[in-house]
Nanobody, 115 residues
Framework: QVQLVQSGGGLVQPGGSLTLSCAAS????????MRWYRQAPGKQRDLVAAITPVGFTNYADSLKGRFAISRDNAKNTVYLQMNSLKPEDTAVYYC?????????WGQGTQVTVSS
């Protein structure tokens, strides 16, 4: 049984930074593509960042230079480093493991950017 357990998030002031973590069990994050999505109230769930098994990364155009996805194979964990946060980054963030048979999702983590 694959489980993705997220941690991090919370309330941060504009311009601040946060790091989200996604710890996997039942599978290995280095084998499959791992992604972060976010969903703001009343909006669809959008792709934020992705990392391939060989380590290539990809980002939503609007987030390039501010967000960074990384992976620690020893900890079987994927991270999302978020810098220079803006109020429009407020959303629930989800990690995702994309396998050939199905996608697995973390429980979601609220990130609120507000003064």
């Amino acid at each position: 049984q694959v489980q993705l357990v997220q941690s991090g998030g919370g309330l941060v002031q504009p311009g601040g930074s946060l790091t989200l973590s996604c710890a996997a069990s039942g599978s290995t994050v280095s084998i499959f593509g791992m992604r972060w999505y976010r969903q703001a109230p009343g909006k669809q769930r959008d792709l934020v960042a992705a990392i391939t098994p060989v380590g290539f990364t990809n980002y939503a155009d609007s987030l390039k230079g501010r967000f960074a996805i990384s992976r620690d194979n020893a900890k079987n964990t994927v991270y999302l480093q978020m810098n220079s946060l803006k109020p429009e980054d407020t959303a629930v963030y989800y990690c995702n493991m994309h396998t050939p048979t199905r996608d697995y999702w973390g429980q979601g983590t609220q990130v609120t950017v507000s003064s």
